[in-house]
């Protein structure tokens, strides 16, 4: 079965760093290029990040600097390491495949940046 599991969310003030992880299973994890997505309050799901199967990773502007994508092959896992984080940062995080995304999408894990 086809999953996708995050986790990592909550509550931070503007400055501060969460660390999210992504695990997934059913499918060949270490051969795709995978990507981590929000969607803001009343606002369309876009791409943050993304983290090739070699490990070359690119950023939306917006994050660059701040946020970091890694990978564990051996554990089915990626992950976003954001730093600095602002009130804009605040949305629902997903991880998905960057090609062909898997249909069904995790629940996500909400980050809320406030203080």
């Known amino acids: 079965q086809v999953q996708l599991v995050e986790s990592g969310g909550g509550l931070v003030q503007p400055g501060g760093s969460l660390r999210l992880s992504c695990a997934a299973s059913?499918?060949?994890?270490?051969?795709?290029?995978m990507a981590w997505y929000r969607q803001g309050p009343g606002k369309q799901r876009e791409w943050v990040a993304s983290?090739?199967?070699?490990?070359?990773?690119s950023y939306r502007d917006l994050v660059k600097g701040r946020f970091f994508i890694s990978r564990d092959n051996a554990e089915n896992t990626v992950y976003l390491q954001m730093n600095s984080l602002n009130p804009e940062d605040t949305a629902v995080y997903y991880c998905?495949?960057?090609?062909?995304?898997?249909?069904?999408w995790g629940q996500g894990t909400q980050v809320t940046v406030s203080s």
């Open positions: 059913g499918f060949a994890f270490s051969a795709q290029i």
């Open positions: 983290i090739t199967a070699s490990g070359s990773t």
């Open positions: 998905n495949r960057l090609i062909s995304p898997i249909a069904s």
